[in-house]
């Protein structure tokens, strides 16, 4: 088996009460895209910043190649941000940009060819067309393959990409998505990619992590888990999705709660339609829904919902 | 039945350094009353201007000629007067960002309160105030949060409570300019309930604006695709999210996947190129460069909005019945 690029182990992060990461187990494999899904205040940009070693664990830890992760691997781990317009310096030229991370590794190799190759295998061919060239001379989706270019010159293990094309017009999205898959294919990179576009995934990625308050509460391959989603937040978030059809649609009430007072028992409880539906009861484990906490899904599970429900169905069925 | 909105080649022309340029460019459309339009197109592709220049919100120096009849008047020649009270009373916009659209100083139902007030749609200051509470209960707020500031509500809420405001005079119409762009999924979901709920409780028409043609296809009866300032197809939404003939329309429609379709999986769908910049249109059709079906032909002039289908309509030569 292959030897995970990334692991997090009971990963707890809180900020005083607040307890934005509350158990998480997660593993990155080389060359693949992994989907980490999950709304505002679900505790995926703090996962993200903690893989970067940007934020110190509470507890548990976050294992880079083995070694725990810090600042330190920062050429091994590069990010790409949602605005691609914010991330460029509007004052530096493209060839300046890209050539950056090389400059803070103090890159002994030859750097002007390192940036022509970062651009071309952005997309950006040929190179030299684009090098003298400012943020504000290329458009919206050039200047998301100068980030990407820019992401990719130190040549590392792990992307992390943060709502990589949310603000990119429609037609342009998929020739980026395309562009990140292909780099993956090529370069062995592994993606990890956080989004609550269910689209994207589905264009993309190899895996999905559904992320709700703080914990993993499912995980599986991206067709298996798209196709037939276990846990209800997931089968609920599904059906919201305006390209998913014929799904009858299932809006929860209210919005994720706050991560200073997660609730107790399962923390999806408050707002589940399976238990609200009453077949929790039917199923007689509305006590636990309420009072017990599922188990924190392992790193090494391929296949997992934290529901009390799921598992009943699958003992009983 | 008469439209209640009929606009009759709009064109919207901004002035630059570059010289003019035309943002919109001969726009007609129709709205019957209780009837829901989408327009989708990219940035650039001159759909906010057009959502702006019918309430005529657009600063100066921007030229706009045609007409944008609301019921028998004509928004862009009416008098500064008349223009403030249509603005409530006939057609009231939502922006997206509801964060700068309302004043952090302010109790939300005060913001609510004011044009009620302003407008005299109700007898006194004590009923405007039932009526803005009544109005937040509509979109899903209790009660309770109506004395709260902005900066207390989440950005659904918000969202939420500019929706409540533009129906505070009780408009006809309701234009939403990416309402729900800035939000999750799931509070998104909430959003498009309430608008639906209330166009279906009040008769109330809407202009839906946004890229995301899928939203659009779930709330609007009818879709209208823009690119490069111009109407490039129309018709049923259904029928032009599903079966569309104008190949940018298809492109649209391809970037947003269908979970669980084999042939999107690990295949993104997307165009070359980029959208082109008004101030230097391509000759001919505008969408030739980017077009994957383009011919010779496409270069020599620009095609009109002809039918494409059963009640369906296009501006590519290649799209005929």
């Not at chain 1, 999950?38 to 190649?65: C, D, M, N, Y």
């Not at chain 1, 040929?126 to 200047?143: M, T």
Request: proline content about 8%.
């Amino acid at each position: 088996m292959t030897e995970a690029l990334v692991v997090v182990e009971d990963l707890h992060i809180h900020f005083g009460a607040a307890r934005a990461v509350d158990g998480v187990n997660l593993a990155v494999m080389p060359g693949e895209v992994l989907a980490l899904v999950g709304e505002s205040g679900s505790g995926k940009t703090t996962l993200i910043r903690a893989i970067q070693g940007l934020t110190h664990p509470t507890s548990g830890k976050v294992l880079f190649e083995g070694k725990e992760a810090d600042a330190r691997h920062l050429p091994d781990v590069q990010m790409v941000f949602q605005d691609p317009t914010g991330a460029l310096n509007p004052r530096r030229t493209v060839s300046e940009i890209v050539a950056e991370g090389l400059r803070i590794e103090k890159f002994k190799g030859n750097e002007a060819e390192a940036v022509s190759t970062a651009l071309s295998r952005a997309g950006l061919r040929p190179p030299e067309r684009f090098l003298r060239r400012f943020p504000h001379e290329i458009s919206g989706g050039q200047r998301q393959r100068v980030v990407i270019a820019g992401a990719m010159v130190t040549e590392p293990r792990l992307l992390l990409a943060d709502e990589p094309v949310a603000s990119l017009d429609a037609s342009i999205r998929g020739e980026i998505l395309g562009l990140l898959r292909n780099l993956v294919d090529t370069t062995g990179l592994a993606v990890l990619v956080v989004t609550h576009d269910l689209g994207l995934a589905w264009n993309i990625a190899d895996r999905v992590a559904v992320m709700y308050l703080g914990r993993i509460i499912e995980v599986g391959p991206t067709e298996e888990l798209l196709d037939s989603p276990k846990h209800p937040y997931t089968k609920a978030l599904l059906s919201v999705v305006p390209e998913t059809r014929g799904m009858e649609q299932q809006i929860l009430s209210g919005e994720i709660p706050d991560p200073k007072r997660i609730p107790s028992g399962c923390r999806f409880h408050p707002r589940c339609p399976v238990l609200q539906s009453g077949e929790s009861e039917r199923l007689g484990i509305a006590e636990r829904c309420r009072g017990e906490d599922p188990a924190i899904i392992s790193a090494a599970a391929t296949r997992e919902a934290a529901c009390w429900a799921v598992k009943a169905i699958a003992v009983a069925g | 039945m008469t439209a209640l909105l009929s606009v009759r080649d709009l064109t919207v022309t901004y002035r630059t350094s570059q010289g003019e340029v035309p943002a919109v460019r001969g726009v007609s459309f129709e709205l019957e009353p209780g009837g829901s339009l989408g327009l989708a197109g990219e940035s650039g592709c001159g759909k906010s201007t057009m959502a702006n220049a019918i309430l005529r919100l657009l600063p100066a120096g921007i030229t706009t000629t045609g007409e944008v009849l609301l019921g028998e008047e004509d928004v862009l020649t009416m008098k500064p007067g008349r223009l403030r009270a249509v603005r409530w009373t006939g057609a009231a916009i939502v922006f997206q960002g509801a964060l700068h659209a309302l004043n952090p100083v302010q109790r939300v139902i005060d913001q609510i309160t004011e044009p009620i007030i302003l407008h005299k749609t109700e007898p006194d200051k004590k009923a405007a105030e039932k009526r803005a509470v009544d109005l937040l209960g509509q979109v899903g707020i209790p009660a309770n949060r109506a004395e709260d500031y902005p900066h207390q509500l989440s950005g659904g809420q918000r969202q939420r409570v500019l929706i409540a405001m533009a129906l505070a005079c009780d408009p006809d119409l309701l234009i939403a300019d990416e309402p729900t762009t800035a939000l999750d999924l799931m509070v998104q979901a909430q959003v498009l309930a309430v608008l639906e709920k209330l166009r279906a409780e009040r008769q109330l028409s809407m202009i839906f604006i946004t890229h995301d043609l899928s939203v659009l296809t779930y709330v609007c009866d009818r879709l209208a695709v823009m690119y490069a300032g111009r109407i490039v197809e129309r018709g049923p939404s259904d029928q032009v999210f599903e079966r569309p003939t104008h190949p940018y329309t298809r492109a649209l429609a391809a970037a947003f996947p269908t979970i669980g379709d084999r042939e999107s999986r690990m295949n993104p769908s997307g165009l070359k190129g980029d959208p082109p910049d008004p101030a230097a249109l391509p000759a001919g059709c505008p969408f030739h460069p980017r077009c994957p079906d383009a011919i010779d032909r496409c270069r020599d002039a620009e095609p009109p909005l002809l039918p494409s289908g059963p009640a369906q309509e296009a501006a590519c030569i290649l799209a005929r019945p």
